[in-house]
């Protein structure tokens, strides 16, 4: 194994090494000897397996253990400054610069178990279904393009109209009267003739619209208009068949999205069970809510927020980069104030029956 350190800066302080590797934050390390600073000052020359940084430590005149220097690297690694040289790149010069930056991101969580080529191999090898290409969904696809996922199925009903034009970047003035799926599916081809790209026009009017989809899908994402109850209808398909999804949509400067890990957290319908009591004020703003109708408010700048965040939460799911932020919970951010966020858990409901539709998961060996 070869060891690599990541980007990163640092400044001694009296008996203190002061280092910063995410701008938000410097990390304090007691380092009285110069020992820390001179295995920093090794590995910014170059990666160096273990031997090789004994050596190079004792040229300048440090001599540490073996069993220091393991700990040193361990140290390091718990706080996210080295990784393993040889999960750095594919090694092909192709998919290397064609991912530069995804490699990039991934580095930043990547360490001495976990490389950022496994993460992009998880996005490659994942196949994801996109409901609806409309307005949080265009800038989606848009997403998932860029991160390289290597199957997507777009699912929506629609055709091209002049008025997308203020939301939606995936089509042209030649596209409209057109299927929207089939113009989001050429311009991913386009873009990324890796990336396998599976059509489905089709109105969804029930989860049972959607249970042929899910076969092999690693993740659904995105979401669908023209009922009510279409979030639910998505809901129950990604439970029956533990798929994770995660879903948003914005109205006005107001947005939020989700998600729901099936057999994990709880579900969209766990938050849609619990209403206000009857006849108050409360319930009849939701029921308001539920049933409003008006004209399409969203706009560019808004609509990409939404897709952005969605493709960003799903990532999560597809790589374990991270935990998932929204699993069972609406996070909600008001534009009226920058990006203020808040999360909102979804109640605790033991008995939903749309939860215990999820299959139950087999423990990995």
């Known amino acids: 194994m070869r ?31 110069g020992k820390v600073e001179a295995l920093l000052s090794v590995l910014r020359e170059g990666p160096r397996s273990v031997p090789g940084l004994r050596a190079a430590l004792a040229a300048r005149g440090v001599e540490v253990t073996g069993e220091e220097l393991d700990g040193g690297l361990a140290g390091l690694a718990g706080l996210g400054l080295v990784e ?74 629609d055709r091209v109209e002049t008025r997308n034009f203020a939301r939606q970047f995936l089509y042209r003035h030649e596209d409209v009267g057109r299927s929207k799926v089939e113009r989001a599916a050429a311009w991913v081809r386009a873009y990324d003739p890796d990336i396998e790209v599976r059509t489905v026009d089709r109105w969804v009017a029930g989860p049972e619209d959607l249970a042929d989809l899910t076969d092999g899908i690693d993740l659904m994402v995105g979401g669908l208009d023209g009922h009510p109850d279409a979030g639910l ?21 107001l947005l939020s999205y989700m998600s729901v890990d099936p057999g994990t957290s709880a579900c969209l319908a766990c938050e849609f069970s619990q209403r ?76 939903c029956p749309v939860c215990a539709l999820a299959p139950v998961r087999v423990a990995a060996a």
Request: glycine share 12%.
């Open 84 to 157: 393993r040289d040889e999960g750095r790149f594919t090694g092909d010069p192709a998919v290397d610069q064609r991912h530069f930056s995804n490699l990039a991101f991934f580095g930043t969580f990547a360490d001495l178990d976990r490389h950022r080529t496994d993460f992009l191999r998880r996005v490659r090898d994942a196949h994801v279904l996109v409901l609806g290409v409309g307005g949080g969904g265009s800038s989606l696809v848009q997403c998932l393009a860029g991160l390289g996922v290597g199957r997507l199925t777009l699912l929506d009903h």
């Open 233 to 253: 209808w998505v809901n129950e398909a990604a439970v029956r068949a533990g798929v994770p999804l995660v879903v948003g949509g914005a109205t006005r400067t």
């Open 3 to 33: 060891v690599a350190l990541k980007e990163c800066s640092w400044q001694t302080v009296g008996e203190d090494l002061i280092v910063v590797f995410d701008p938000r934050e410097s990390i304090t390390l007691e380092d009285p000897e």
């Open 276 to 351: 206000p009591e009857e006849g108050t004020g409360a319930a009849a703003a939701e029921d308001l809510v539920h049933g409003m109708r008006t004209t399409n408010p969203l706009i560019g700048p808004v609509a990409m927020q939404v897709g952005s965040l969605i493709a960003l939460e799903g990532l999560r799911y597809l790589t374990g980069f991270q935990e998932p932020v929204a699993a069972g919970a609406r996070i909600r951010l008001d534009l009226r104030e920058g990006l203020a966020g808040s999360r909102v858990p979804f109640p605790d409901v033991p008995d």
